[in-house]
């Protein structure tokens, strides 16, 4: 499983939620969205896009969450991810801390577009594998129906599925926090 833990203001809305997942993700914000909370769905509206209610306009403090309240955070439709995300708990804001954060998590997040959860498994298996044999310096013969590669995926550049940075998460996140909107979603494009 993978997951990530943040720290969010309750005066975000939920434009901001899908924000801050995505950053903390290291996505780019390239798919449709929405959130299923209590039977309802909100959305950010784009051209093409079901309706729903504005995520813009609705502050996570007004939906009065409970403790291990769940809700639905479903991203790019076709690839259909879904997220459970939970309410753990409350905090007083702390006032040398910058909001939002992420302060744990797990695994590398899938790429956009890897084609879904089935997709994404068979990828990290083919990623572990390659990681391992490139730590070890084994040549990788893409021929090879043993060594056959994931697509985008370079011998010379292996690539750890299991790669979770905090530190490079929480940069995009300050860019988000500072308004640069665009540019927290520029991430590192690395092959999988």
């Known amino acids: 499983m993978l997951w990530r ?38 959305t ?11 995520a813009r306009t609705v502050r996570l403090a007004d939906l009065k969450f409970r403790m291990n309240e769940r809700f639905l955070y479903e991203y790019d439709f ?10 753990e708990q409350r905090l007083p804001l702390d006032p040398k801390q910058t909001y939002s954060v992420c302060i744990d998590g797990q695994h590398a997040s899938p790429p956009d577009d890897c084609g879904g959860t089935q997709m994404y498994l068979q990828m990290r298996v083919g990623l572990t594998y390659r990681a391992w ?8 013969d893409f021929n090879d129906e043993d060594d056959r590669g994931v697509e985008g995926v370079s011998a010379d550049q292996p690539v750890d599925p ?25 991430t590192e494009r690395r092959p999988l």
């Open 133 to 140: 044999f490139g730590s070890h310096g084994r040549e990788h």
């Open 44 to 54: 950010v509206p784009r051209i093409g896009m079901m309706k729903g209610h504005d």
């Open 78 to 87: 076709g690839d259909a991810w879904l997220h459970e995300v939970r309410i």
């Open 5 to 42: 833990r943040f720290l969010v203001c309750a005066e975000s809305t939920l434009a901001d939620l899908h924000c801050i997942l995505q950053v903390g993700f290291g996505w780019t914000d390239f798919h449709l969205h929405r959130f299923r909370i209590r039977k309802k769905s909100d």
């Open 162 to 186: 299991d790669d979770f940075s905090r530190r490079k998460g929480n940069a995009r996140l300050r860019q988000y926090a500072s308004v640069d909107r665009e540019g927290c979603f520029q």
